[in-house]
């Protein structure tokens, strides 16, 4: 039933690649197959009206139906069927359908028909699958227990009427599904059926959406809807997830069954569950543990070596939790490999940290924060991510353990992300903070939300020194530290360069955005492979032509480099979505210049105050002698901008885009003038 | 370059198994390993390197019944990101663009592997032989994507692996040595065992490693080997020169002919031949050419008006060489088939190239002298006829010859304008065919002043400092035939949003557009294009005063050569010009307190010239600029940098405005 929730999710960046990258193999491997006739189902759907759409929709969905149908024994077996009608050249990607299996699922058949405006209808039988890794995962192809089915539907034109039906037998880790009725296109009627064995029993949650009731008939339950409308992706929104409508479905056997849970407590025991042969360690893990632990004298100096070796040392396959399964690889198949999955690597990390006596949970998350919510109803379709709780022990205490909650019963726990190779343990990634996740502790499950950490520990603090010379040149140097996500960013642009020119790339884009011509005539990183350390630059140009004249003025841009301003709201389509931020940030920024001799400032630029709830920027430029200051401070406040401060915040770019472009006039003058605006 | 050997006696096959026979030996164990390299940080040949390869091996045969070849690499770890090479592709599928260059990597499977990663203490780690391959279950793909990845690999380890790599029958006819690889090579042996049955030539034409004496062949066995050492890795760049240019291979090439010719002119001109009666095959029946031809030209005065009738109707038939590839279902249940010109003319639809022949048959037909010329795109290849590779002449047009005029047709583009040739068919060679093999032609290149980008803008300044304002935007030459070719698939909505987006990230700050006038999609006249544009705070407060950048559409500008340096050389598409004419009316009482000076760079391939005036309250900028580059030596990189420099720095100078009421800056 995992798969189910993958498998046609054409919007997903991965899958438009895997469509690209597929194209011509699935052209030519479409065997002719003699005259074809579409199912009735998906002609009756052919001539039903298409739902109300405008004229950005690519396609329309004219009919959907999942049918799932649970045996005795457990196992599911699931049908469902797509028509679609493409009304835009961009539909055509719809043509490519996707289905995931892995171990416990079995792709039974997978069909795909065209109804062309003219002509006979096509048909793409089970024959023309292709079968491949996961499209557009790094490392992807390392993982042999998950896999899709792919087929490319003949004459996915415009115009053209599209159709697929797959079938997928499983012998599930839960009972449960999650009918996801609202797409990004338009959908006429969509169905979803629930036939399960005479005295089980279904609870059904609704999300985003009105509480729809099911007809039934016997123990087979459905519920349909009809015109539901797109749900148009936005750039910042929340999760899909946390805004389309959605139902979450449990089976439940007579009883109950240990595939079954209903609250966040037994979809914790659930997954203790599986992970219950998981952790066993191995002599060459303990082995590991010892070599990493050698000559260190503290829980914590062992607890951070551990850590980054399931950081550094075990390559991360980036496949989401869910599609990949719940059920990590064992210890021993990990640390073997040096790959896996998050989950893998939360697992590896339990097991070499409980060779030292410290014990850790796995948490599952969602790295998109909102997508889940306590008070959503326990599902596995919410995550999409794991990392790891470390119960601290006691006396381990430092000021670098940030990322740390209270637990009334297990005490301090620190959250740590092994996947993430530059997040400094003691930190949590800034997409991951103030965000809920499931804590399986030994008692079961329980969400918990996520520390967020101070906002300077996110962020940039930049220093320059800079001359100005009479022709308007500029020298200038800095000193630049990073933190949080903005260092692990570079760390990540510098550990990806292949030649030592490269290593320059980051810094000369910096200044390449800033000034219009440059040369660096000095770069060096600090802390770039000590990533318990703040991440730093220092680097030094020198910019002809930086100040430019207008008569005799000379007009200098105070704010020498970096950006904050945004043209996200600068759009003629209304926006529809709230805006999230990334996580907690506060940046600084502190510019001095030197005039030149025999000029003096005539003009500075106001102050910007500019103080929402969701984020802050204040601005200055002062002088003092011949020398200009400009300071200034950006700092996220609010992790989610809703609708109504959507005005705001487009006032507050803008201001910030005007702050960041204003000017200070200089003029001829006695050289030894000294003045001081403000 | 070029070295030709003659074909196999029927012994030499069996002489060089024989001679083989020790090398291939020695692939059972590995090479010995010194102890500088497996304590090696870092090597001053490949500074910054995450990674080398020490030694590549490639051996190969072309003359077994299994044709294969076998490859050893060792490459050494430097840093973190060099762990990614433990990955490692050893076939790669056929690109869905189709690109020839990775269409040799084509195999059938491989067997044989072996790898191992060894620690900096020596220490060795054998790969486990897990492999995994992306593959269609029923074997009907032509995609063979298989991957392992070594083990337990860190930054200080070397890596090694061994493979026989299968090759496909077909792909004898692209055997080569790839010298070239994303990495600092150190040293490099090839050898290949020809086929015995065909005749052979092979050349290097991105040259050879500085050193790197040519391969040579064994008398005795016919056994062609070379050794290489410090090949300089080929990293990617913008503007860069066609990788096909730019990697260096040994290429082999086999013929099927009876003898093989060395001399350039004679292969070219048998090759102008037969590509000549394959001209004439495809006109077929002269009538029915007659018949279309009349009827296409009718009312037609001048030859001139022949040639352009005749264009417009060869340019309304279908070019099944563009649109949205076709699923075999399709192109099954397609039973009508073009294969010469009066199946074109019956259907009404052709492939590009059967449209070029076309137009020269009813050209022809129509009493114009007309000859199909075959030409080397330069999207992929910088012509060299010297190794005589027909698969450089990779494009076909027509040349018309109108009196002493010429005038070069690409029928196949389908928004060419007459007279114009999409870019990568200009500034480069061709060969005019004709019944005694051709002659060679130069493809002119359009000037500059032929493909513009125009923009007129009419803006209001807002007492906030806002821009508001319509702007018509023309393309012409190959920058609309680009346009029109880019989004000719997708329809008026996405078409609409391009345009927009083109407009809004040539804006240096956030802007809202919104088109009001389609231009023409499916012409190939210039394209017009309206819009409405508001850019919120263009005008900035400088205390007193309000601050307006001269500088409106100038972000492509702003991203050309910012890096410092530069490893191959710059390599534009074609010369454009582009034209910026903007004119913003100040608000009432609002006055230009100054100005920067008009401003001017003329370096001859390229210019520009900025003019900014005040009018009463309206201030008026134009800015041209021009470029007519085609291919900069890198040695010269520095000056190309400086001049767009020169370019982004003027863009960045502002008029000093003067608010209505000394005190009242402009505020958000």
Not at chain 2, 422 to 429: D, I, V
Request: proline share 6%; with cysteine.
């Amino acid at each position: 039933m995992n798969s189910k929730l993958f498998c046609r999710s054409a919007s997903s960046t991965a899958v438009r690649m895997g469509t690209l990258l597929l194209g011509a193999c699935l052209f030519t491997s479409a065997a002719f197959a003699g005259k074809a006739q579409a199912p009735e189902w998906v002609h009756s759907a052919a001539t039903q009206p298409m739902p109300a759409h405008d004229d950005k929709v690519d396609a329309v969905v004219l009919y959907s139906s999942e049918e799932m149908t649970v045996d005795s024994s457990s196992h599911t077996h699931g049908v469902v069927r797509q028509v679609l009608k493409i009304l835009r050249p961009d539909g055509r990607e719809h043509g490519v359908v996707y289905v995931p299996y892995g171990k416990s699922s079995k792709v039974v058949h997978l069909r795909g028909w065209c109804i062309p405006a003219s002509g006979d209808d096509y048909e793409v039988k089970d024959k023309d699958w292709l079968d491949i890794a996961p499209p557009g995962v790094r490392y992807g192809e390392l993982v042999n227990d998950l896999r899709y089915k792919v087929i490319s539907i003949p004459a996915a034109e415009v115009g053209n009427v599209i159709a697929f039906e797959y079938e997928v037998e499983e012998d599930p880790l839960v009972l449960q599904d999650t009918w996801s009725p609202q797409l990004q296109d338009p959908v006429r009627e969509t169905h979803y059926r629930l036939n399960l064995p005479p005295s089980w029993e279904y609870k059904a949650t609704w999300s985003n959406g009105p509480d729809v009731k099911p007809t039934a008939s016997g123990n087979s339950y459905e519920w349909v809807l009809h015109d539901v409308p797109a749900l148009n992706i936005e750039q910042h929104m929340p999760p899909f997830r946390a805004v389309a409508t959605h139902m979450v479905v449990s089976m439940i056997a007579p009883g109950g069954s240990e595939k079954t849970f209903n609250s966040w407590e037994q979809m914790g025991n659930w997954y203790n569950r599986l992970l219950a042969d998981r952790l066993s360690s191995t002599p060459e893990i303990d082995a590991q543990v010892a070599s990493l632990t050698a000559g260190k004298t503290t829980q914590l100096a062992k607890m951070q070596a551990l850590a980054r070796f399931a950081q550094a040392d075990v390559r991360y396959v980036a496949i989401e939790l869910g599609i990949g399964g719940w059920q990590p690889h064992a210890a021993s198949e990990v640390f073997k490999n040096r790959f896996g999955d998050c989950k893998d690597k939360a697992t590896l990390l339990r097991t070499m940290l409980k060779q030292i006596g410290v014990e850790s949970y796995h948490v599952s998350v969602n790295v998109r924060r909102g997508a889940a919510d306590p008070k959503m109803q326990a599902s596995v379709g919410i995550f999409n991510h794991v990392i790891t709780a470390i119960r601290l022990p006691a006396g381990v205490d430092d000021v670098s353990l940030f990322a740390i909650y209270n637990h009334p019963k297990l005490g301090r726990l620190l959250f740590f992300d092994p996947t993430n190779e530059f997040v400094p343990f003691g930190e949590l990634p800034d997409y991951e903070q103030a965000s809920y996740g499931l804590l399986t502790g030994p008692d079961g499950g329980e969400m918990v939300q996520l520390p967020r950490e101070p906002s300077s520990l996110n962020g940039i603090r930049r220093t320059a020194k800079a001359t100005l010379d009479a022709t308007g040149g500029l020298k200038a140097t800095f000193d630049e530290l990073r933190f949080g996500s903005r260092a692990a960013e570079q760390r990540d642009v510098l550990q990806s360069a292949d030649r030592r020119e490269d290593r320059t790339k980051a810094v000369e884009n910096l200044l390449s955005h800033s000034f219009s011509a440059y040369t660096l005539t000095y770069m060096a990183s600090v802390n770039a492979a000590d990533v318990s350390q703040p991440f730093g630059y220092k680097y030094s140009a020198t910019v002809p032509n930086y100040a430019k004249y207008a008569g005799d003025l000379l007009l200098v841009r105070p704010r020498l480099v970096g950006s904050r301003s945004s043209a996200l709201l600068e759009d003629k389509e209304p926006r529809k979505q709230p805006v999230v931020f990334e996580g907690p940030e506060l940046d600084n920024d502190v510019f001095e210049i030197t005039i030149p001799p025999g000029y003096v400032v005539d003009d500075v630029p106001p102050p910007m105050d500019a103080d929402f709830p969701f984020a802050s920027y204040h601005s200055k430029t002062t002088v003092e002698g011949n020398v200009i200051r400009y300071q200034r401070s950006f700092e996220v406040k609010d992790l989610r901008v809703d609708m109504n401060q959507m005005d705001d915040l487009k006032k507050f770019y803008r201001m910030i885009a005007s702050d960041e472009r204003s000017t200070a006039v200089l003029k001829p003058g006695a050289s030894s003038a000294a003045s001081t605006l403000h | 370059m070029v070295r030709l050997i003659s074909p196999r006696m029927i012994l030499a096959p069996l002489l060089s198994v024989l001679l083989l026979a020790p090398a291939a030996r020695a692939f059972d164990g590995w090479l010995p390993l010194s102890q500088d390299d497996l304590t090696m940080k870092a090597t001053d040949k490949a500074p910054g390197a995450s990674a080398i390869i020490l030694y590549k091996q490639v051996d190969r045969d072309d003359d077994s019944g299994a044709r294969h070849e076998h490859v050893y690499k060792r490459i050494k770890i430097l840093t973190e990101e060099g762990r990614k090479y433990a990955t490692v592709d050893v076939v790669f599928g056929v690109r869905s663009d189709g690109k020839e260059a990775e269409a040799r990597h084509i195999s059938t499977s491989f067997s044989g592997l072996k790898g191992r990663t060894i620690h900096p203490d020596g220490a060795i780690v054998e790969f486990d032989g897990s492999v995994f391959d992306q593959k269609n279950e029923s074997d009907k793909t032509s995609v063979k994507d298989r991957r392992f990845s070594l083990n337990d690999v860190h930054a200080g380890d070397i890596i090694e692996y061994q493979v026989n790599v299968d090759l496909d029958d077909r792909y004898i006819f692209s055997s080569h040595w790839t010298l070239s690889e994303p990495l600092y090579v150190r040293e490099a042996k090839f050898s290949l065992k020809p086929n015995h049955r065909l005749l052979l030539r092979w050349s290097w034409p991105a040259g050879l490693p500085a050193g790197t004496q040519p391969p040579v062949e064994e008398r005795l066995t016919g056994l062609i080997h070379m050794e290489a050492h410090d090949i300089p890795a080929l990293p990617r760049e913008d503007f860069m020169p066609p990788l096909n240019t730019l990697e260096m291979r040994v290429v082999f090439s086999y013929t099927l002919d009876r003898s093989v010719e060395t001399d350039p002119v004679k292969f070219w001109r048998a090759w102008g031949k037969k590509e000549y009666g394959l001209f004439e095959s495809f006109l077929g029946s002269r009538g029915e050419l007659q018949s279309a031809a009349q009827k296409a030209t009718a009312g037609a005065a001048t030859d001139d008006q022949k040639a352009r009738k005749l264009y417009d109707f060869v340019l309304s038939l279908e070019n099944t060489s563009l649109g949205p590839q076709r699923s075999r279902q399709e192109l099954e249940r397609d039973k009508a088939k073009t294969e010469n010109a009066g199946d074109v003319l019956r259907q009404g639809r052709g492939s590009s190239q059967q449209l070029n022949w076309l137009y020269c048959g009813l050209a022809r037909a129509s009493g114009l002298d007309a000859t199909p010329v075959m030409v080397s795109a330069r999207d992929l290849y910088i012509f060299a006829p010297q190794l005589m590779d027909p698969h450089q002449l990779n494009g076909d047009l027509v040349q018309l010859k109108l009196g002493k005029d010429a005038v070069w047709l690409d029928l196949g583009a389908k928004f060419a304008p007459y007279g114009i040739l999409p870019w990568e068919k200009t500034a480069t060679r061709g060969m005019a065919l004709d019944r005694d093999g051709g002659t060679w032609v130069d493809l002119p290149i359009a000037a500059s002043a032929d493909n513009t980008i125009e923009t007129k803008a009419e803006f209001q300044l807002q007492e906030n400092g806002t821009l508001q304002g319509t702007l018509t935007i023309t393309y012409t030459g190959v920058e609309a035939m680009i346009r029109r070719e880019g989004r000719h698939e997708q329809d008026d909505t996405a078409r609409k949003k391009f345009l927009e987006e083109q407009v809004r990230n040539s804006i240096p700050v956030g802007a809202t557009v919104d088109l009001t006038r389609q231009p023409d999609w499916k012409g190939t006249g210039p394209m017009v294009a309206k819009f409405n544009v508001s850019i919120a705070g263009w005008v900035t407060p400088a205390g007193r005063r309000a601050v307006c950048p001269v500088g409106f559409f100038t972000v492509s500008e702003k991203e050309m050569f910012t890096r410092t340096t530069r490893f191959h050389n710059i390599y534009f598409h074609f010369p454009y010009r582009k034209l910026d004419d903007v004119k913003i009316e100040l608000p009432a009482g609002w006055s230009v307190a100054s100005l920067p000076a008009a401003w001017e760079k003329d370096a001859k391939a390229a210019a520009i010239i900025v003019h900014i005036e005040a009018n009463g309250n309206q201030l008026h900028v134009t800015r041209v600029l021009r470029n007519d580059l085609l291919t900069v030596e890198v040695k010269n990189y520095a000056s190309l940098r400086q001049f767009f420099s020169l370019v982004r720095t003027g863009d960045e100078l502002q008029a000093v405005l003067q608010p209505a009421g000394a005190t009242s800056p402009p505020q958000q």
